[in-house]
């Protein structure tokens, strides 16, 4: 079993930045491969925004952020952060931290085991 604790997130004016962080606990925390962030806005298909390999250290981005966004890793935690920069209103959304405990994909979210609750992220112009 894994849990995912999100923080960060809240009210962004355009062009600013947003911090998310995402910690890995329980006792399958250990066997995780990957972490990564999706989004859901209203009315639309969650869709995927970032994502880092345990194991090989691959990051992935959707090319609806690639170049403003980046991942920070902190292994002493099994902590994984979401920085977004440039903040633009279509940022806004809840974002879900999720974990993979066997490679399926780093954008399947089937392939994605465990879930966080999610976390407000809402951008103003």
């Known amino acids: 079993q894994v849990r995912l604790a999100e923080s960060g997130g809240g009210s962004a004016q355009r062009g600013k930045s947003v911090r998310l962080s995402c910690e890995a606990s329980?006792?399958?925390?250990?066997?995780?491969?990957?972490l990564c962030w999706f989004r859901q806005a209203p009315g639309r298909e969650r869709e995927f925004v970032a994502s880092?390999?345990?194991?090989?250290?691959?990051?992935h981005y959707d090319s609806a952020v690639r170049g403003r966004a980046i991942t920070f890793r902190d292994n002493s935690k099994n902590m994984l952060d979401l920085r977004i920069d440039s903040l633009q209103p279509e940022d806004t959304a809840v974002y879900y931290c999720?974990?993979?405990?066997?490679?399926?994909?780093?954008?399947?979210?089937?392939?994605?085991?465990?879930w966080g609750q999610g976390t407000q992220v809402t951008v103003s112009s």
């Open positions: 999720a974990a993979q405990v066997r490679y399926g994909g780093y954008d399947v979210a089937n392939s994605y085991d465990y």
């Open positions: 880092l390999s345990w194991i090989s250290g691959d990051s």
């Open positions: 329980g006792p399958t925390s250990a066997a995780l491969v990957g």
